[in-house]
């Protein structure tokens, strides 16, 4: 069988796959989210944190408890790291550094899994498993809560209220992360991945010789970090690590993973406005997007320029031999159109035209399906801009799922969509302009400034995988990087909410003849173009300074 034809079945499994469980998953975190039961063990952490799960929040206090909730996140994991020299279960390695420890801890909270440190030689068992894998599970609940705050706003009416943040984010981690995970865990198992809490050992090695090894509770992480699109390696090599990611069933078992919740929750937004077929045109987006991604990382790598490649018969340099080109093209791009960022292959070794797709994956704010949570929220605002657009292309005043999209709306849409390229743009440019962040760089040029932009299109993206090349673990880079990773995640967060409180305090307006028929394959290839002229206008120059310029030139 050639590589390319196993790509495509590959390929074509996944999707099958992924229809399979669409419909029984959607339906039942709709019911999730709108029933007004909560389970026994729900209400005893109710109880501990002393939440009322039964008390409506208006947009404001929705954010304040999204913010406070998160802020404690970042002090506790920071302060866990600082002490780690001191914990038991430590294997001997000391207390991270400040400026690392507050990376990592804003890393994790923002749901980016932004790791400038090597997994297996700086953390212990404490952290991983009591710090990282426990943020795994809430960071993901939080995105996951936002966006249901978003599509309430949608589904109510003539009220500011979207729920209870405390409700939503408990049952989102106890009814929907924690069981897949376990039965993932299981499975990721059975394929080979590790689960202990060994030390450090030596183990021998096949030229001879001993190296040093140290195990931990990897399957468990990896399962909750790959569904909640985390990213976040136990090892430093991430996926492509075989104690991770042993063969090619676990890899397309953690693919699966990336894109299950995020390409559900198209069937949930559906059942919570009360239209399926609308969440059936924003499920078509994404898998338009997704698919011509795949295709064209596929086609790149795979019919590659230059006299070595043709020679080895692809484009092998940096990717496991286990996965393949075809294995590793479709796990780069599920990673980097998600918010997972976790890797299985060297992103940096990918053809020039390969690694550009991935930046730009990231770059349409990772919405193919995105992040859980993110990637439907971050679609939603999208489809306000299309239908903003539509409205003037006709002289109408654009309307969607039977709220009316006015200047409030569409100040807060617009606002959403400029943050996350000020931050990523901007510390590109201070970057590269000051001569210590340049001093990191590997490579010069084109792939030089590839390194730089990647990082902070990454970061502020909440993604989280690395290009590599680029020495990050830095001061400059630790802290300017910890910075775009909070406010790429919670600054638009604010625009969210506030917009969900602006549309549910609408009155609905009925659709009429002139009405944007936004379930129509019409509105899909309207989104589409709008989601790509946005991006390409916001991110061509700089993309045709890195990946484009050395694809054109090899």
Known sequence: MSPVLAG????????????????PLGDYMARVYSSDKHLRVEKWIYKAIGASPGTEMRWPAYLRAVLAFSAVGVLFLYGLQRLQGSLPGSLGFQSIDPDQAFNTAASFVANTNWQSYYGEQAMGHVVQTGGLAVQNFVSAAVGIAVAVALVRGFARSRTGELGNFWSDLVRGTVRILLPIAVVAAVLLVACGAIQNFAGIHEVGQFAGGTQEWNGGAVA??????????????????????????PNALSNLLEIFLILVIPFSLTRTFGQMVGNVRQGYAILGTMVLIWVGFTALMMWTEFAHPGEAFQEAGAAMEGKETRFGVAGSSIFAVATTLTSTGAVNSFHSSYTGFGGGITMLGMQLGEIAPGGVGSGLYGMLIMAIIAVFIAGLMVGRTPEYLGKKIGTREIKFAACYILVTPALVLGFTAVALALPTPGNSMTNSGAHGFSEILYAYTSGANNNGSAFAGLNADTQWFNSTIGLAMLLGRFLPMVFVLALAGSLAEQKPVPATSGTLRTEKPLFTGLLVGTILIITGLTYFPALALGPLAEGLAS
């Open 8 to 23: 495509v079945l590959q390929l074509l499994a996944l999707m099958a796959a992924l229809a399979l469980v669409h419909r």
């Open 220 to 245: 468990s992480q990896e399962a909750i970090k790959e569904l909640g699109t985390n990213g976040g390696g136990y090892f430093n090599a991430n996926s492509a690590h075989p104690f991770e990611n």
